[in-house]
């Protein structure tokens, strides 16, 4: 029932909604006039229209509120919906745990579901099983969430039993100790999931233990679930963190924000006044991992830097810049031949089997960068000459990866074509438009949002001007000012021969972080 969160669905704090929503609200006549072609800046224009659209008619608008213990209310009605998602987002994850008491968010939310002063674990289920709910829970390095997706009618009497969970839990030790083979079965399946890992060991070794929670693994040593972690630690840690200014009831669906604010404040309005919440800080230092498995056919890196936290201004630009470079996936071959992308370029490579490009935010800093995996080509060289299956992955993998860390770099001091930039700032604004398709996904934005800038959802319409407003020459002056000169992170899990050398990418990073570099 309660999982714990992907790295990779931290992807993008600046999510644009419907566009395409806006469009079919709208007359066809009104957004997009007959007759007009499908260049770029034909759908540049169409986005506009739609941007001023969903501008003028407060498309997804959201309403804010706050109790008198600082607990927060944020609310996206949607008056056709007769569902909705309801739940409660907390300031509170494995950033804010040290080694000592490493994986504790992530086992409180797991022993919540086992009963409450008011509720047993069997009342609890029945409640949401009874009424054809959908209740989940996942912890993520910076927040933890706990959500209920219901019908309207039922959304009170969710929210009430979620703020039981939240403020009267047990946490009886035969609970306690029952769920331990239950993370640890948890653990052992994300450790066998190698984009899991990898990521892990991205952050393990882009930042400084010493000085923040973020290099820490969110479920926690394999030592600290079977024995550390107790009750004591689990009641500190909801004590310090699970106090009225750090939370939100985030509601997106048929429910009124009147309505929203008065279950608020009957459920929630009695929680602790004092926010607790230690100062964010971190300490950046790069560095590599490498994990050599001899039996792995893939081979699998990644490759990162550090950049401006998820409020920053900046990141319009950089989200247009990470666009510009894009991705690419064997399985999906002929989506990526024609796209106006940098790594388009690779899909003659036989060994190679995807390009992920991922942006991980945090409130004062984001990890931005790529994922590469190759696996087992033809067999041949270039030249024609047999190689082995490692061989002609580690070729491969070398040349992309070197050919990708040169292109940032080269985008620092060669300007992208107006025709370019219109058709990556079209792609990047669907691409976002298609995340938000349900109710689920919208809630999951707008809690994400209310973390990562102080309380606010930036409208669709303010991410679609502003992401329409990035100039190639804010292309050009965030790439100098993040990537050129920065030092990497790199994690590397397959093949001992196919492991990419750190220095060698070093040496690609500084080698072109000169003007008009070529690759």
Request: glycine share 6%; with cysteine; aromatic share 10%.
């Amino acid at each position: 029932m309660s999982t714990a969160m992907p790295h990779a669905a931290t992807s993008s704090a600046m999510h644009s909604s419907s566009v395409a929503a806006a469009a079919t609200a709208a007359t066809v006549s009104d957004l997009f006039p007959a007759g007009s072609g499908q260049t770029a800046a034909d759908r540049i224009a169409f986005v506009r229209r739609a941007a001023d659209w969903m501008k003028t008619n407060e498309c997804n608008a959201v309403q804010y509120g706050k109790l008198s213990n600082g607990f927060s209310v944020a609310t996206m009605h949607l008056p056709h919906l007769t569902f909705g998602t309801y739940g409660v987002y907390i300031d509170a994850g494995s950033r804010y745990e040290t080694r000592a008491n490493n994986g504790t968010a992530h086992f409180l939310e797991h022993l919540l579901f086992k009963g409450t002063k008011h509720f047993t674990k069997q009342e609890i289920d029945m409640l949401f099983e009874s009424t054809g709910s959908h209740f989940n829970a996942y912890t993520s390095r910076d927040r933890t969430a706990y959500y209920v997706k219901c019908f309207n009618e039922h959304a009170e009497a969710c929210i009430r039993c979620l703020s039981d969970i939240l403020q009267y839990s047990h946490l009886r030790e035969r609970d306690i100790s029952d769920e331990r083979g239950t993370i640890m079965a948890e653990l052992n399946h994300v450790e066998s999931i190698v984009d899991e890992v990898i990521m892990d060991q991205m952050h393990a070794v882009a930042f400084d233990s010493s000085t923040s929670g973020l290099p820490l693994t969110i479920l926690g040593f394999p030592d600290m679930i079977q024995r550390g972690i107790d009750r004591d630690m689990m009641t500190k840690f909801t004590e310090t963190h699970y106090t009225g200014p750090r939370m939100t009831l985030v509601s997106v669906g048929g429910m009124r924000h009147e309505e929203a604010m008065d279950i608020a404040e009957r459920h929630f309005g009695k929680m602790p006044s004092v926010s607790n919440r230690p100062p964010l800080t971190h300490r950046y230092v790069g560095g590599d991992s490498v994990m050599w498995n001899s039996r792995m056919l893939s081979s699998n890196l990644v490759w990162a830097i550090p950049i401006c936290g998820a409020s920053h201004e900046d990141n319009y630009a950089l989200q247009v810049a990470h666009c510009a470079i894009g991705g690419y996936q064997r399985d999906s071959h002929d989506v990526f031949v024609n796209l106006p992308r940098f790594n388009s370029r690779f899909v003659t490579e036989p060994a190679l089997d995807r390009i992920q490009p991922f942006y991980t935010p945090y409130e004062e800093v984001s990890l931005f960068g790529f994922n590469f995996v190759t696996v087992p080509g033809d067999g041949s060289s270039e030249a024609g000459g047999a190689t082995s299956v490692s061989d002609h992955s580690y070729s491969t993998l070398q040349r992309v990866v070197d050919s990708n860390v040169a292109e940032w770099i080269r985008m620092a001091y060669e300007p992208l074509s107006q025709e370019r930039l219109d058709d990556v700032k079209a792609i990047y604004l669907a691409a976002q438009t298609m995340l938000l398709d349900n109710s689920t996904n919208l809630w999951e934005d707008l809690g994400r949002q209310t973390v990562h800038f102080g309380g606010r959802r930036r409208p669709d319409w303010e991410v679609a001007e502003r992401i329409l407003a990035v100039t190639a020459e804010d292309v050009m002056r965030v790439m100098k000012k993040y990537i050129v000169g920065s030092r990497p992170s790199v994690a590397f899990i397959g093949h001992p021969k196919c492991a990419a050398g750190y220095d060698a990418l070093l040496d690609v990073a500084f080698r072109t972080s000169q003007p008009r570099a070529t690759i």
